[in-house]
């Protein structure tokens, strides 16, 4: 008699496979990881390598040595938690932090679950928010671009226009006043703004979206429900007060939120199963974005929105289900 082995979900028959699908979202952080490497330089390469070896060193000791399992690293996933991870954090972040943020990421937050598929937060988020949590200083001491290609632990820092933005409004000053102080819209579309590796270039994290859109690696769902909400949720405060809240356009390309809203907040594991608890999940994303960075303390908020999101989605799941297969759909 054989045995019936019972998977984690989704369950879903295609020609796909995870190994692809894990391959083909690591092609897309390619132009984020040029242009960051281009705007950081050798603080960029050593952060990401650093990153990347230490979340997949971890993964195949844990599967190997306390699990006893066959390792399961080539399939990808450990990679792009360490891609996302350093795209997460400050080029000039010493490499004993990153290490600890990769432990974190897969050693707390993927493999205690029992790996991939069965973690129920996003790992890099949550390697970063401790990591934040823990070293407040060093991540939030950012490089500014370009001046700091040829340094690593000794690049000049300066503040993101978020932090100059919500410093300044708090001392009192209004938007109009801060302008001069923060980068044009092409200036953050392009990536001429200090931030961590993956937040400071709109236009690759689109490029590589589209590509993620284009193969079907993801749907709309997230990202457009995410963005939208944010525009539409920000351009509600700034049309109330304009001298006081920002236009929505810095809000979407600032901080993370093209990062997450094509590479993290799309986490299969993470994320609800159905097209209309996508666009549940996308929208508390957006608002909780806003008002964390609008009302909160902290200038950023796409990390915590996707973290906070990630806990609702078994709720989600259970009330906006899919149909059952073979089941009749009432018009």
């Not at 709109?202 to 709309?220: E, H, M």
């Not at 990062?259 to 929208?283: E, I, Q, R, W």
């Not at 078994?314 to 289900?321: E, G, V």
Request: glycine share 10%.
């Amino acid at each position: 008699m054989s045995n019936l082995f019972i998977s984690p979900s989704p369950h879903n028959y295609s020609n796909d496979s995870v190994k692809k699908m894990m391959y083909g979202v690591i092609i897309a952080l390619i132009p984020a990881l040029l242009l960051s490497l281009y705007f950081f330089g050798l603080g960029a390469l050593i952060i990401t390598i650093t990153s990347v070896l230490s979340c997949v060193i971890f993964e195949y000791l844990i599967t190997k040595f306390l699990f006893k399992q066959k390792s399961s690293v080539m399939d990808g996933s450990a990679v792009i938690t360490g891609l996302l991870l350093a795209f997460n954090v400050p080029s000039n972040l010493p490499v004993w932090i990153i290490i600890i943020g990769s432990l974190v990421a897969i050693g707390v937050a993927k493999m205690t679950f029992g790996g991939l598929g069965k973690n129920p937060f996003n790992p890099a988020l949550v390697g970063r928010v401790f990591l934040l949590i823990s070293f407040p200083v060093p991540m939030t001491s950012w490089p500014l671009p370009l001046e700091s290609r040829f340094k690593y632990l000794d690049a000049i820092t300066g503040a993101t226009p978020l932090g100059i933005v919500k410093e300044g409004v708090k001392a009192g000053e209004t938007i109009s006043q801060l302008s001069s102080q923060i980068p044009s819209h092409m200036d953050l579309f392009l990536g001429q703004m200090g931030g961590s590796l993956g937040e400071i270039s709109a236009v690759a994290i689109l490029i590589g979206g589209a590509f993620l859109l284009i193969r079907k690696i993801i749907t709309w769902h997230i990202p457009v429900s995410m963005i939208g909400s944010i525009i539409i949720f920000s351009g509600i405060l700034w049309l109330v007060n304009p001298d006081l809240y920002i236009d929505p356009l810095f809000h979407v390309l600032t901080g993370g939120v093209m990062l997450g809203a094509f590479f993290m907040a799309t986490d299969y594991v993470t994320s609800p199963m159905t097209g209309k608890g996508m666009l549940l999940y996308g929208c508390g994303i957006g608002i909780l974005t806003i008002l964390i960075r609008v009302f909160g303390a902290y200038p950023e908020g796409v990390s915590f929105a996707i973290l906070i999101m990630n806990a609702v989605t078994p709720l989600i799941n259970k009330y906006i289900r899919p149909g059952k297969f073979g089941e009749t759909i009432k018009k």
